[in-house]
């Protein structure tokens, strides 16, 4: 093969590839063999090698999990972990003397369990009260049967028949009162948490969605519980239910206690209304028919 000097621009026969002299100026020159490989050029990497192809059995890996919303679990999400009865106590106790900072870091995502929360506390809370109901009705029935064998008789009056009508009534309504408990508790806690989220969209305040209203009324629900103090709990459960439930729609809708009140309060002013509309009408009515 032919080469030529880089020099004298000559050219000259040679039969192999890599150092040569130059017959006509001395000069060495480099023949390189253009079939042989290159190196690899400075700081690159080799190429990856290439992926197997997949076997017949290969499916694809599941997607990540998203990530839970962030947030603090109430005691209660983690009763298989504390015990029911630990957890139960542990939320009553922070939802009833710090509301606000109960509900403030409140995950919102875990409703369930603030409804079934909400239906206990109610539940238990019927329950005492039917049994407080039963047992003024017996004295009142006993007062009743005093008065009445002191009353002369007249034809075939019999107060015994009386008294026994009236004890199986007392009865029925007892058992009624046990057994409808827990589905008017559930009924109630949804009943009242979408009519309060309904004027919370009236009022702009519903930004984070049903859950959070939800989550703060089952909790608050829960204090229902304190109906089991004798006379006056059930003024107490509702008067302290309704500030917790105020305290927590303002944390876990970030709506502001103004905006939580306004919702909360508003369905019970609406009723109040309804109530001296409707006096007001019946009393219009029986003066023109008088």
Not at 264 to 290: E, K, N
Request: aromatic fraction near 8%.
């Amino acid at each position: 093969m032919l080469a030529r000097c880089a020099r004298c621009q000559q050219t000259f026969t040679t039969d192999r590839f890599g150092v040569q002299t130059c017959p006509h100026c001395g000069l060495e020159i480099h023949l390189a063999d253009p079939n042989a490989p290159r190196p690899p050029e400075p700081g690159g990497a080799p190429p990856p090698p290439a992926a197997a192809p997949p076997g017949p059995g290969w499916r694809p890996p599941p997607p990540p999990a998203a990530a839970p919303p962030g947030g603090e679990s109430a005691p209660f999400v983690r009763r298989k972990e504390l015990g029911f009865v630990a957890a139960y106590w542990e939320t009553l106790k922070r939802s009833a003397s710090e509301p606000g900072a109960f509900f403030r870091p409140l995950r919102i995502d875990q409703s369930g369990s603030a409804v079934l929360f909400g239906v206990v506390g109610m539940t238990l809370g019927a329950w005492v009260s039917a049994v407080y109901g039963w047992a003024a009705s017996a004295s009142w029935m006993g007062m009743m049967r005093q008065l009445m064998e002191r009353m002369p008789r007249r034809g075939e009056f019999d107060p015994a028949l009386i008294e026994g009508l009236a004890a199986r009534a007392g009865a029925i309504g007892f058992v009624g009162q046990i057994v409808a408990a827990p589905l008017v508790s559930l009924v109630a806690i949804y009943l009242f948490a979408g009519i309060v989220h309904l004027f919370l969209l009236l009022f702009r305040g519903a930004g984070r969605g049903f859950d959070a209203t939800l989550t703060a009324v089952g909790y608050a629900a829960g204090l229902y519980l304190f109906q089991v103090l004798p006379l006056c709990g059930g003024l107490i459960a509702l008067v302290w239910a309704l500030v917790v439930a105020i305290a927590g729609i303002g944390e876990t809708q970030r709506c502001g206690t103004g905006k939580a009140a306004a919702a909360t309060l508003a369905p019970f002013l609406l009723l109040v209304c309804c109530a001296c509309g409707v006096g007001m009408l019946i009393a219009a009515a029986a003066s023109r028919s008088g």
